[in-house]
Every structure is written in structure tokens, then in C-alpha cells.
């Protein structure tokens, strides 16, 4: 036996460990996978050997193979195994294995529970400081419940190394089991004054986590975070705070006064530019929840915007992408003062740096004006000849098309000069993936600006006529859908139709929808021309029409594509419907020769009949409103349409769920709408009337449907005027929307001819003549030299006809040529900003979801509810240690214990105090004497705000405060530290006697933040001296040995290290 | 959060890989290509933020990085860590390796990678930043280095005898070695 262990540690010697591994696979680098699996057989025979350390070995070998790529889940038992060996080694190898490869639905972690509890209580701090490590990368929902006591009993732990790796685990336990949250927040509150800074910094880290999901919950510890906030040095953990204050503020106004003063001191102090970065990012966000009502409101968002400014001109690149990004989010709200620094942000665009380029482009769409959009996409344009890359390529053009269509092309002046960009953009010889984007605003603009359709139609055939389906790759061939639609469906403006038909008709290679589209599109220019030839009573036009049409869609009518198959020959039908008749009568018409009209009436009907079908104005439809159609009066979706099956009654409650959220109910959305269409569309609906209705429901539901089918986009309406008549009508339910009837406004096309003799970059024109005018106009000379300059008279009159609210432009803007046509077709009671912003945000899937749990923090806003939830909290904290196992009976004995201990302290304290409902309030742990002090202080407040509500309790509540008020002060004198704190607790005096929370304190803040000032300074001498410190020893640490590859040394000499 | 940190080298090879989020092993090794690609085309004169992949985070993340001579580091984060506060840990996670392995180079970690492993874990703990004062790590990684030598003990001497000769570069060796000059030293004998 003895000779067999001796063999055994023998071999075991000549065994592979894990440098021979890398070893071995970096000298077969040809056959990697041929030598690792050879290894992986050997890793199998060690691992059904007994011996410990061979399985040990063979596990940290597996441990690197699975980082190559390699699943090795296969050995799970094992690694267990090893996690449970005695030996802190090995522990440390199998928990690492375990980190790398189990995952929380692993279903071996069920075998892991009672072993992990034993390592994390374990005498040896490391063993039960690798045991949260490795399980805080797979701990199960399972794990998370049977485990979560044995991790809070660690947070109050003696050693600071546990308590803080304790804490962070607690997050973890949070996602997977969020019934833990309420019991252990008072602990984690706790945590947040801990002696210690690492675990100060976890618990605020922790904290910050769960508040950046559900940032209400966590506002009542607004003024804990603020204290730790003027008070702590550690840079890291101030940058959480800051952080956690910019999620809070946006719910919380008067936080963000408060907050206001004390960060724009750190701006002015700080030396740390991450401190300073994120500093500013609150302040940003401060600024954008309060808008308005600051005395120093803009003083505030210029020093942002200043420092941002030296941020973006500093030569470190990450600072210029931070400053760019912190600058996006000042565009939104404050648009001008970003607006100041448009030639650094434009400068920006020509940084060598994709990425800065990047957030340049993000800035630029609250940089452009009617002024200088022209410019701007100019510039743009440029770049994107330029770019090498074709994802920022795709980018640039995204952008183009961004910021020109924004609030519905807002600033685009001149749309002739948009198309002639968007054509542009297209005929770029790189193409793109945007092809389709480019295609939706050319539909977007032609049906939207009726003036610039004749334009458009001309443009769209040139492009039908020249564009080259090229490369593959890029989509930009999309582009043609859209262009033989505009042609054919405003067939009306074309100047040589015959043409564009004979353009569309050519054969050529392209994919099966826009071919169908090609087919459609060729009908509708049939009926134009059709129609043309009737007024001139030309037959044999009309014969050699039809023949010519019928002969090509026999290209289109072998096409492979189905749909294009379909189409084609229902058009050839069509046309040899018509091309019969037309013979039919040839034939008659050498009988009876006197008949003057050649086309026999079925004929002309044919022709009318087609034209009709493509006649009517189309007006663009919102995009979500077909989501938003109120559901029918008279349909009920839940009904059978046939007898339900027999067995069982499937109606259930998920398909009503469905229906809610899919329509809103008639009868909610009908409102007083019914008046402005009343009698529109006459007898429409009534078709399907049942007899069992009365004449008032039959009344009823005809309104109903009268005003469903008026907003309905899919009901074809009778007519144009009563569309535009119903829009109006409509009007106030419109919110978001200008209103702007369809107005025609005339343009002259002579410009536009010269403008197409061969200029290279046709765009660039319009750019000039913009120049131009508004040199002509800058000057004062009365005269309409310019065509642009008369035209832009014209459209401003017709303006004032239409009433286009423009009172916000400022007098040098160009005024804009054309108008866009903002009328959207959507069901009533919805608004553009209607958003399912709520159903896309959220995640199903989302751990924090089910971590929105009101937590009982002293809260001054709702004292009742805080209350109940203090005793939910206490029967949630007993239901937690039900499932405690048996086997751990002893520490949550232990536990209990000292829980009984602390409700006796409670009790003590109680009767001390006389006041025993106040005092659960402020805390339901009962703190330790030392650093509870100081929150006390800021609690009670909270206290006495809770006590003012509840009546009974008022007039006893005056005695806690001054007690825990002598406390504090007799604390803060032991310690005599500074006479600021002093300052500051009698500022927090006077706050309890107003009965206000810290936030409440408006007049006193000023005193609060100027004692912190003084502190502050202390502080940034101190951080200043470490900094020091730290560069020399990184100096010294820095070395620069040249070597081989691989033996480079990495030459960390970047001391950037402001933070630690 | 911290998502995953991934070290690899100058052609893409994972030096060490860490997800705090489960991914299998295929879908971890195209993310390790798929960042490199990202990365390694970037000039070192560039910022180091960029948005994350398609496969790892989405729009709320971000990789920030840092290139050292051979290795490229690369965290994974989320919008709730500060992009400057990440890069300095990047710089303390090297340091550390640095005091840990002595002039640290990329042989290092490929022939240590459980220890980076080891010392990972001091700074990061399942996706959260857990000490961030380099002379606290380092005192706990010594702590645990000195439990592991104790527990070696006597017993770990002939593994790490014969380690020691299979790490020894015999031909290496008999070429390093010196032998006297002995014309020279024929020479100078004195009669």
C-alpha cells in the first residue's frame, strides 16, 4: 500500500503539469488541435486517478484549454472534486475551473451548496475569499437562495478582505434571488459607513448598481451618499457617488440644487480628470432635470462647457472623445451653448481618430441651421469621397440623411438641392448598405413636398436610366424601388412619360421585388399615356402603345420570380383586354367610317377604369399607427367564427391580454371626434348591419366606424378633400403636429435646367446660390436679381396663406423654398410621441426588473408606505432563514443570537428613548454606536417628517431628536476634528427644526457647502502628495528592456494613474 | 459592470480571457476575434474607447483598452463605469503583473496564466471592481502565495526538482558553457 502511494507521487511526477502543456503546444503549433486532444486523453486518465494533486493538475491544464477554446464542461464532476480538497492550492485551482466553465444553469451546482457554505465559512479567510470569487461568476438562483445567509453573516465578518468580498457577492445574490434584497439592505446601508474604505467602496458600488436600474428606491439615501460625497477622498468611489447622484436627479429636483454647488467645486478642484469628467456629467445631468429656475443656471452650463472645451482641445484623444460625448448630451437640452463651439466640433470631423470622428458626427445634428446645413452636408460629402473605411462611409451617410430629415426636414430649405444630394449620395461609387434608408426619403420627400415632384420624377429617370446594378454587396440598388415608383405614381408631372416607359421596360437584372415594382409602375405610366392619347383621340397611338408594352412585359412574364410573374402577365391581360376592344373597333370603324371618335366607348372605359385605380393622393402614414387602430365596435376578436371546439373553452384571458394591447377600444379612443366627418362618407359602413340591432346601436356603431374608418390608413377615402378636410378637423388631436394643409406653390424649372448641364457636383450649386442671396439680401438691395431670391419671396407669401408657423426663425436664415407636407395619417387619440419606448426598454429577461423593491429607507416622502414596508421586511428577513439547511443550524443559530441581541439593544434603546415607532423608522438595524452617529444626524429629519405625519406621535417625537443630536455632537467633539463639522451639524440642527430633510435645506445649503469647501482643499493637498508619491514609484517600476518578441517587457510607464 | 476582460497579443492569441457573463466556448473565442479585429486595427496614437461588438454588450457598452507592447488589454464595461476609471485599473492590473512576475512579459502569461487568474481576482470580482490600491492586492496576493508555499511544503521537492530539470535547456546549456581559454591558458603556464 505504502510502496503503491510512493509509486504513485513517483509517476506522478513525470506527469504533464501545465508548463509542459503550453510548452507542448507551442512547439506543435501545425497540429495545435491533434496535439491538445492527445492531451485532453491524458487529462481523462489523471483525472480517474485518486490522488488529489494529479487531478488538481490535470484541472488547472483543463482550466487553460478551455481558455483556447475547448469545452470541458465534461469534467464538472472533477472539478468539484477538486474545489473540495482541503488543500487551499487546489481549492484554488478548482474554483478558478469552475469560474471559467459553470454557468448558472449548470445543473452540476446543485452537488456545490453544502461544500461552498463550508469554504465560506472556513476559518481561513482565503479559502472563503476564493469561494466567493469563483462563485460570484456562476452563482444560481438556487445557490443565491440556500446561500444568502452564509453571505450576509459574511458581511459583518471581522475581516474587512471577507466583509468587502461579502458585499459585492451580495449583488449577485440580488439578480438571482431578489427576495433577498429587502432583508439585507439595512447591512448594505451599513456597509456604506463602514471603517473600512475597500468595503465602503463595495457597498457603494453595489448600491450604484442596484439605483442605476431602479434609481427611485435608493433617493432616500440621498443624503447618506451626500455626506460620504464631501467628505470621502477616494476618487474611485467618489466618481460612484457622482454617478449614482446623476441616475437620482432626474427624479429629484431639488437633489440636483443641492448637488449643483458641491460638484462645480470639484470642477474648480479636482485634478483628476475622470473625477472631473464625471463631475461634469452629473452637473449635465442636474441641468437637464431641472431645465429652468436656477439662479445660476447658465453659469453652470457654460463652466461645463468650457471645461468640456478644454477637454475636446487636449491632445490626449480620450479626453477629446469624453469631452465630445459628455457635449452630446448638453445638445439636447441646451442646444445654443453647444452651438458656440461649432468650429471645434467640425474641426473634430477631420480628426484622424474614427472614433472622434464618430461622436463629432453624433454633435453635428444639433449643429446644423437653414444657414449652414448646405455646408455642413457639403463638408460631409467630401468626407465620405474620402473615407476609407465603408463602415464609417455607412456612418457618414446615416448622417446625412439624419440630419436633413430631422423634425421633418426642418432645415432643408431647398428640396431640389436635398434630392440632387440624395442622388449624389447614391451614384457614389463605393455604395452603401443604406441603399434602402436612401430609398425611404426619396418616397419620403417626393410624397411629402408636392412641389418638388416634377423635379423629382426627372431626377428619378435620369437615375433609372443611368444607374448600374455594380457590386453586390451593397444594397444600394434599393434605391430603384423607389424611383420607378415616384415615376409611375406621379406619372402626371412627367415631362417625356413615353420615355421613362420605355426606361422602365428595358430588360435588366434585378431582384424580384423591384422588378414586380417595375410591372406595377409600368401599368400606371400605360394608363397616363392611355389616358393622353384618349384626350387626343389618337387610336393608333393608342394600338402602337399597347403592342409596344405588350411585347416587352413578355421579358418581365418569364421572369423567375413569382411575383414578378404574377404581375407581369395580370398586365398583359389588362393591355390585351384593351388591345381586343381597339381591334374590335378598327374592324368597325371601316364599317360605319363616319363615326368620328375612333375609340369605341369599352375602350375608353378600359382606360378610365385604369386610371381610377391609381388616382387619389396618398399621404404618408405614421408608423406606428397601424398598432394604434382602435379595435371595431362590432368586432369582437374573442368570438368564434365557427363553434368552438367542444372540449374545452381556449378564450383565455392571455388573448384578451393581447387584444388590450394591441387596439385601443373604440369606444375609449371615439371621444368627441365623431362631429368633424359626420355624414363624410355617407352609407359606407352599412353593409354588414345584423338585425338585432336597434337604430340607436346601429346608430352608434355606424359613428364608430365612420370615425374608425376616417383614420383608418388602409380605407381608401372617396376623395382628397375630404382626407385633408378630416385632417383638419382633427387638428387639435394632433399633438406634435403642424398642421399644414397641402399647398401648391409655383416653381419655376428654368433653374433647374441650367442647374443639369453637367456640373460635377450638382449640390454645390444650390450651396452658391444660397451664398448668393443671402449676400443679396445682407446688402439691403431691393432687387430681384436672382431667380433663388424671387422664389424665396414667392414661397414666403404663400406662407403667410398657409399660416407655417415660423416665428422662430431669426431674420438672416434663408427662408425655406419648399414646404413639407407634415400631415400624418394616424388614428385618433395618438400623438407622434406616442413612444413603446416602455416596451422596448425593458427587458424581459432583466434580473433588475424583479430587484424593484421598495426598500425601507426612511423615507420622507411617503412615511405610511415606508412603514409597511419596515414590517414586510421583517417577515421577509424570518422567511429568508426558513431554508436555511440543518446542517449550517449552528450559525444561523448564531445569527439569531445576535438578531435577539440587537432587538434587545432595540428594546434598550426604546425605552431610553420613550419612542419606540420613530426610532424603527430611522433604522431597523440598530446601529453600532461609533459610525452610526453621523447618519442619525441626517436621519432624523426623515424621523421627524414621519413623525408629523402620523398625529399620535407628534408631540413625543422632539425628545429622540435631541438626544441622538447630544450624541452626535459629544462624538464629534471626542474626536475634535475639525470645527467645520460642527458648523455642518448645526446647520443640520436648524434642518430638524424646520423639519425639513437635507434636500429641504435650501438657505442653510450655503453655509454646509462652505465649510466643505475649507475640507476639500485639505483633501486635494493630501491626494496631490500621493499622486506625487505614486508617479516617482511608477518611475521606478517602469522598465524598458529590449527583447525578443514575447519577452517584451510591457513597459507600463504611463503613469495616467490619478485615481488610486 | 466589467462584462469580460480579455488579454490576448499583437496576432490574436488569448493570453487570458475572463466573461463575467456565461458564453459558450465558441461564441467567447469569436468574441476574442472579433475584439481583436476591432482593436488591432486601431492606431496607438487613437483614443482608447470604442463601441463594443455586435456579439458582446450592445450600444451600452463599450471596450476600453490599452495596447502594451505585446498584449493588447481589453475590458468590456458598461455604462456605469467611468471610461478613465477603467483605464486606470488597466494600469494597476499591469503594475500589479509587473510586481507580481518581476518586468513582466507576455512569457509570463502564457506560461503563468492561472496566477493572472489568481491576481484578476483580487481586482475584479464577478464584474465589480473589488480593491483598487495596488499595495493592498499585492499584501493578499503574498498571503496566498505564502499559504500555497507552506502547503507545498516538503512534499512539492522532488515536482519541483524535476521541473526544474525539464525546464533546464540542456543543449543551451553545455553551449553557455565556458571553457577556459586553454591555448591562453597554455600559454600563460609558467615553466
Known sequence: MALKKVKGNFERMFDKNLTDLVRGIRNNKDNEAKYISTCIEEIKQELRQDNISVKCNAVAKLTYIQMLGYDISWAGFNIIEVMSSSRFTCKRIGYLAASQCFHPDSELLMLTTNMIRKDLNSQNQYDAGVALSGLSCFISPDLSRDLANDIMTLMSSTKPYLRMKAVLMMYKVFLRYPEALRPAFPKLKEKLEDPDPGVQSAAVNVICELARKNPKNYLPLAPIFFKLMTTSTNNWMLIKIIKLFGALTPLEPRLGKKLIEPLTNLIHSTSAMSLLYECINTVIAVLISISSGMPNHSASIQLCVQKLRILIEDSDQNLKYLGLLAMSKILKTHPKSVQAHKDLILACLDDKDESIRLRALDLLYGMVSKKNLMEIVKRLLGHMERAEGSAYRDELLYKVIEICGQSSYLYVTNFEWYLTVLVELIQLEAGSRHGRLIAEQLLDVAIRVPVVRQFAVNEMTNLLDTFTVSAQSNSMYEVLYAAAWIVGEFAGELEDAERTLNILLRPRQLPGHIQGVYVQNVIKLFARLATTCLELQDLPGIVRLCDHVLDKLQHFNGSSDIEVQERASSACMLIEMLRTQLTATDESAMVMETAESGIPPLAIEIVQEMTLLFAGELIPVAPKAQRKVPLPDGLDLDEWINAPPPEDNPSSSSSEHDKEELFVSASQAGGGTAMGHDGGHGGAGKRRKSLELTPEQMERQRLARLIEQSNNPHYLKSTNASASAAGASNADQYDNIDDIPITELPLDMDGVAALRVGVTKRSDKYLQDQQAAAALQGGGAGKDGKKKHKKSKKSKKAKNKVAYNSSSESEGEPKPLHIVNTTLDMPEGVSLSDSEDKDGKYDPNDPHRALDIELDIADFEAPAASRSASKKSKEGKENLKVPAEPATNSTSKKEKKKDKDKTREHKRERKAHTQPVVVDLIDADTPTPSPRHAPAATATPNANANASNNSLNTSSTVLPDATTEEHHKQHKKKRNKEKNKEAAASVAEEATAASGSIIDVEDDASTLVASKTHKKKHKKEKSRRKEKKEESESATASASVSAADYEQPLGISTPSKEIF | ?191
Open chain 2, 1 to 191: 459592470m466589467i462584462k469580460a476582460i480579455l488579454v490576448f497579443n499583437n496576432h490574436g492569441k488569448p493570453r487570458l480571457s475572463k466573461f463575467y457573463q456565461y458564453f459558450d466556448e465558441n461564441l467567447q473565442q469569436q468574441i476574442i476575434k472579433e475584439t481583436f479585429q476591432l482593436v488591432s486595427k486601431r492606431d496607438d496614437n487613437v483614443c482608447n474607447f470604442l463601441e463594443g461588438g455586435s456579439l458582446i454588450g450592445g450600444s451600452d457598452y463599450k471596450l476600453i483598452y490599452r495596447h502594451y507592447a505585446t498584449l493588447y488589454f481589453v475590458f468590456c464595461v458598461d455604462s456605469s463605469e467611468s471610461e478613465l476609471g477603467i483605464l486606470d485599473l488597466i494600469q494597476v492590473f499591469v503594475e500589479t503583473l509587473d510586481k507580481c512576475f518581476e518586468n513582466v512579459c507576455e512569457l509570463d502569461l502564457i506560461f503563468h496564466a492561472d496566477a493572472v487568474h489568481h491576481i484578476l481576482s483580487e481586482l475584479v470580482m464577478g464584474g465589480m471592481v473589488l480593491q483598487t490600491n495596488m499595495n493592498d492586492i499585492m499584501a493578499r496576493i503574498e498571503e496566498q502565495n505564502k499559504i500555497v508555499k507552506q502547503e507545498a511544503g516538503i512534499s512539492a521537492a522532488p515536482a519541483r526538482a524535476v521541473s526544474a530539470v525539464k525546464s533546464m535547456n540542456i543543449p543551451q546549456q553545455i553551449k553557455d558553457i565556458k571553457l577556459p581559454d586553454l591555448p591562453q591558458a597554455i600559454k600563460d603556464l609558467k615553466f
